[in-house]
C-alpha cells in the first residue's frame, strides 16, 4: 500500500508497491563503518523448525543512510536516486542495507559476498539455495523473514485507512472473500480487509508467482479473531494443505501483517532491530 498525503489507491499504486522487493547484489561492504560483524559470531542459518522475522524502523537519521548507502550496489543506488521524496529515497536505502547486513549474519559471510539470483518472476533468491527470505515494507515499518526450509512470503501495511469501503474488495477479492468480508459489522470491516490483503499478499510473495496470479483465485480467511488460513486455490485441491500462513499483526506498532510459507511445521521467532543497533546489539537479540 503506497502512505503519505494524498495517497493512491489505484491498481497502479497497489501494483507498485508489490514489485518493491526486487533486490541486486551488493557490490561493496560497510565494514569501515562500523556495520559489518565479526564473521566468527556469524553463519548460524534458521533451524529448519524455524521461522525468524524481524521488525525495523525506516525512519533513520542521515548519518545511518549514509553508511547504510555504502552497502548498495551501483544499481541500487541509481536506483535510490530516481526516488522523487528523500524520505522515499531514505527508506529504500535503510531496508535494502538492513536486509544485507541480516543475510550477513546468517550466512557468515561479509554482506559484499552475499549473491542473488532471480525466478521467473523477479523474485529474488539467494544463489545456492542455504536461505530463503522476503521482506515488505508500509511507511517507516519494514519485516524481513528468512527461513531454512523453504519459499515464504510476507506483507505488511499500515492500520491508519479505511479501504473496506472503497470497493477494492469487489475488484480484487474472491467472492467468497467478499461476502464474508461484507457480513461483518461496518467497523470491523476496515481492519478486516487488510487482514485479507496481507495474507493473500504473502502467499502471492512466497510462491513468487508477481502479478501473474489473480488475487481472486484463492482464498484466505479474514474474521475478527480468525487463524490465518489458507482455504481453497482455484488450481489444486490439495495445495493449501501444504501451507502455513501466521498473521503477524501488531496493533500498539500500528500495522498489520502476514507471514506465509511452505511448509507444515515451524515457530516463529520475532526480533526487532535496535533505533540504535550495531553487531553487539543484533547478538543480544538473536540470544533472547
Known amino acids: 500500500m503506497v502512505d503519505g498525503p494524498g495517497r493512491s489507491v489505484s ?18 561492504s560497510a565494514t569501515d563503518k562500523g556495520l559489518a560483524v565479526d564473521v566468527e559470531r556469524r553463519g548460524t542459518l534458521v533451524p529448519p523448525d524455524e521461522l525468524h522475522v524481524w521488525s525495523a524502523s525506516l525512519e533513520r537519521g542521515p548519518v545511518l543512510v549514509a553508511q547504510l548507502r555504502v552497502l548498495l550496489s551501483g544499481d541500487e543506488r541509481e536506483r535510490a536516486i530516481r526516488f522523487r521524496f528523500e524520505r522515499d529515497r531514505s527508506r529504500y536505502i535503510v531496508g535494502r542495507g538492513l536486509l544485507r547486513i541480516l543475510l550477513g549474519r546468517y550466512l557468515g559471510v561479509a554482506p559484499a559476498d552475499v549473491r542473488f539470483e532471480y525466478g521467473a518472476f523477479e523474485k529474488p533468491r539467494l544463489a545456492g539455495g542455504e536461505l530463503w527470505f522476503n521482506l515488505s515494507h508500509s511507511g517507516t515499518i519494514a519485516l524481513f ?12 501495511e499500515l492500520d491508519d485507512a479505511d479501504f473496506a469501503g472503497e470497493r477494492i474488495a469487489e475488484r480484487f477479492f474472491s467472492p467468497a472473500e467478499v461476502r464474508a468480508l461484507r457480513s461483518l459489522p461496518e467497523p470491523q470491516q476496515a481492519r ?3 487482514h485479507c490483503w496481507t495474507r493473500k499478499e504473502a502467499f502471492i510473495k512466497a510462491r513468487g508467482d508477481g502479478l501473474s496470479l489473480a488475487l481472486d483465485s484463492f482464498d484466505v480467511t479474514l474474521e475478527p479473531g480468525s487463524p490465518a488460513v489458507l482455504l481453497r486455490t482455484a488450481w489444486s485441491d490439495d495445495e493449501p494443505g501444504h501451507w502455513r500462513l501466521l498473521d503477524l499483526s501488531d496493533p500498539g506498532s500500528g500495522y498489520v501483517a502476514a507471514v506465509a510459507i511452505r511448509s ?6 520475532t526480533r526487532r532491530v535496535p533505533d540504535n543497533f550495531n553487531d553487539d546489539t543484533l547478538t543480544r537479540q538473536e540470544e533472547r
Not at 145 to 156: K, L, Q
Not at 264 to 269: A, D, N, P
Open 192 to 194: 478486516a480487509f487488510l
Open 145 to 156: 523473514a528468512f527461513s531454512a526450509r523453504g519459499e515464504v512470503g510476507i506483507d505488511v
Open 11 to 28: 491498481l497502479l499504486a497497489w501494483t507498485s508497491a508489490r514489485l518493491y522487493h526486487q533486490v541486486v547484489v551488493l557490490a561493496e
Open 264 to 269: 507444515e511445521r515451524w515457530r516463529v521467532i
